[in-house]
C-alpha cells in the first residue's frame, strides 16, 4: 500500500503543527529545491533538508502513524522540516521517489519496532496481572462521589449568594474569583463543574444579559446534580459527564452505531494546559445527524489520526450516552476519508437552523453551541457583520481577522456554502466552500 494523499493531506499536516510560527515555517520548507536525498516506501518518507550550516539536517516522518524524527536542535514536535517534508508529499508525492530505507531511516525503524514490541508485552503483562479488587474500586468511587457532592454544594450555595447579593454588589469582572472556584472545584473531583466556571469566568466581560443567563445555566445543572435520581437515564448520563465523570470507550461501543457518509465540516484545535484537544464535527448525508469526534495529544505527541476537512469518511459511528448526544467515536478508527467526495449534506436556512437550535436546547439546556451549514453571504449592518441565507435573514457573524474581506471575496455578491458554530448570540466559522474546494477560514492557532 503506497502512501497516498488521503493519507497525507494538508489539513492533517496543519492539525498536527505545534503553533503558526511552525505552520509558517513548515509550508516554507515545502519546496523541492529545500530537500536532498527525498524517498519513500510503503510508510515512511525521508529526506535532508538544508540547513544554515554546512551539514543538513535528517529528516524522517512515519506516514502511517504521524512519528517523526530530526537531528534538528529545535524542541518543537514536529519540527519545521518534519513539517515541510510532510507538507511537501501532501502537495506533490512524485516529488519523493520509491527506494529502499538509507541506513539512518532504517536504524529509527528498527528502535521504533523494538519499543514498540517492549510495549506490547507490558501491555499483555498488565492484562493478565490480577483485576482489581472490586470492593477496592466500589470505596474509590464512593469516596469520590462524596467530593463531588461536595462540590456541588458549593458551588451551588456560590450562585445563590451571587444572585443574593446582586450582580453589581459583586467583583465579576476579576477573573481570580471564578478562578479560585474552578480550582476549588478540581479539588473535589469535578473537573466538568470547573471547566463550566472557568467558561463564565471567560464571559466575564460580557454584557450583564448573558452573564446572567450563564450563571442560571451553570446554577440549573448543579441543581440536576443534586436531584439525578428524578432523571431519565439519558439525561443522568448527560449530567454525569458534565461534572466530570469519564465514559469507557469500551461502554460507548456496545451502543448501535449509525453507519453514514459522513462529510468532515470543520475542525477547532484548543490546547489547555498540556494537551491539545481537536474536535472534529461532521454530518451525515443520510442520517443529517451532526457528530463531534475528539482527539487528544499530549505535548510533543500527536493524534493518532485525523480526518481531513472537506473529506467524506463512509463508516459507523457510537454515540456517547446523553440528552441529544452529538459526541461519538468511530466504530473503525483506521478508515480513511475520500477527499474526491463532495459535501453532499444538505444545507439550512437561518430559519430552520434557529428551529433545530431551540429544539437542540430544549432536550439539552447546557448545550453551548450548535454547528451548521448555511448557504449564505457576509454583509454588515451598521458596525456589526453579519450572514444573510437565500431567503434574506441574517445572524450576526463574529468575523475573526480577515474572515470578512477573504468570505466577500469567495462568495462575489452569491451565497457560499459555509460551516460553524451558533453560540446563541453569534455565528464563529470555520470553513467554507469556493467553487468545490473546502478550505478553513479561522486560525486554528489562534
Known amino acids: 500500500m503506497l502512501v497516498s494523499k488521503t493519507m497525507i493531506s494538508g489539513d ?25 536525498d527525498l524517498g519513500r516506501n510503503d510508510q515512511m518518507i525521508w529526506g535532508l533538508a538544508k540547513g544554515s550550516g554546512s551539514k543538513p539536517y535528517y529528516t524522517q516522518v512515519d506516514a502511517v502513524e504521524f512519528a517523526y524524527k530530526c537531528s534538528c536542535p529545535s524542541r518543537k514536535f514536529p519540527c519545521k522540516h518534519a513539517l515541510g517534508l510532510m507538507f511537501l508529499a501532501a502537495d506533490d508525492l512524485t516529488v519523493l521517489p520509491e527506494s529502499s530505507l538509507p541506513d539512518w531511516v532504517k536504524a529509527w525503524v528498527d528502535g521504533r519496532k523494538e519499543k514498540q514490541g517492549q510495549k506490547v508485552a507490558a501491555s499483555a503483562k498488565k492484562a493478565s496481572a490480577k483485576p482489581k479488587n472490586k470492593d477496592t474500586a466500589a470505596k474509590t468511587r464512593k469516596k469520590r462521589e462524596s467530593r463531588v457532592e461536595e462540590g456541588v454544594s458549593f458551588l451551588q450555595d456560590f450562585l445563590l449568594d451571587l444572585i443574593r447579593q446582586g450582580l453589581g454588589q459583586v467583583d465579576l469582572r476579576n477573573r481570580s474569583h471564578w478562578d479560585n472556584v474552578s480550582r476549588r472545584l ?53 449530567v454525569d459527564q458534565r461534572i466530570g465523570w469519564q465514559v469507557a470507550k469500551e461502554s460507548v461501543l456496545e451502543n448501535k452505531p449509525i453507519t453514514d457518509d459522513w462529510f468532515v465540516a470543520f475542525r477547532t484545535v484548543a490546547k489547555p494546559a498540556q494537551v491539545t484537544v481537536y474536535s472534529t464535527w461532521v454530518t451525515g448525508r443520510t ?3 451532526w457528530a463531534l469526534i475528539l482527539s487528544f495529544s499530549a505535548a510533543g505527541s500527536a493524534p493518532a489520526a485525523l480526518w481531513p476537512v472537506g473529506g467524506t469518511v463512509t463508516t459507523a459511528l457510537a454515540f456517547y450516552p446523553g440528552a441529544g448526544p452529538e459526541r461519538a467515536l468511530p466504530v473503525d478508527e483506521t478508515v480513511s476519508a475520500n477527499m474526491e467526495l463532495p459535501c453532499s449534506a444538505a444545507p439550512e ?6 428551529n433545530r437550535a431551540a429544539g437542540s436546547l430544549a432536550v439539552n439546556p447546557w448545550r453551548t453551541r450548535l454547528p451548521f451549514l448555511l448557504n449564505a453571504q457576509p454583509t454588515t449592518i451598521g458596525d456589526q457583520s453579519v450572514l444573510v441565507d437565500t ?39 470555520h470553513a467554507a466552500d469556493d467553487s468545490g474546494s473546502w478550505f478553513a477560514l479561522r486560525d486554528q492557532f489562534a
Not at 492533517?12 to 503553533?19: I, N
Not at 450563564?214 to 443534586?226: D, F, K, N, R, W
Not at 436556512?349 to 434557529?354: C, E, I, Y
Open 349 to 354: 436556512t437561518v430559519s430552520g437552523m434557529l
Open 186 to 238: 478540581i479539588d473535589c473531583q469535578a473537573p466538568g463543574l470547573a471547566a463550566a466556571v472557568a467558561r463564565v469566568g471567560d464571559l466575564r466581560a460580557v454584557d450583564d444579559t448573558r452573564l446572567l443567563h450563564e450563571i442560571g445555566s451553570l446554577y440549573m445543572l448543579t441543581h440536576s446534580c443534586a436531584n439525578k435520581n428524578r432523571l431519565n437515564e439519558a439525561q443522568q448520563a448527560e
Open 287 to 289: 442520517s443529517n445527524q
Open 12 to 36: 492533517q499536516v496543519t492539525a498536527l503543527a505545534p503553533d503558526a510560527a511552525s505552520f509558517k515555517a513548515g509550508k516554507a520548507l515545502a519546496v523541492n529545491s529545500k530537500w536532498t
Open 391 to 429: 431567503k434574506g435573514l441574517a445572524l450576526p457573524w463574529r468575523a475573526v481577522g480577515s474572515q470578512q474581506l477573504i468570505l466577500s471575496t469567495v462568495c462575489g455578491g452569491n451565497p457560499s456554502l459555509v460551516a460553524g458554530e451558533w453560540d446563541g448570540y453569534q455565528c464563529h466559522l
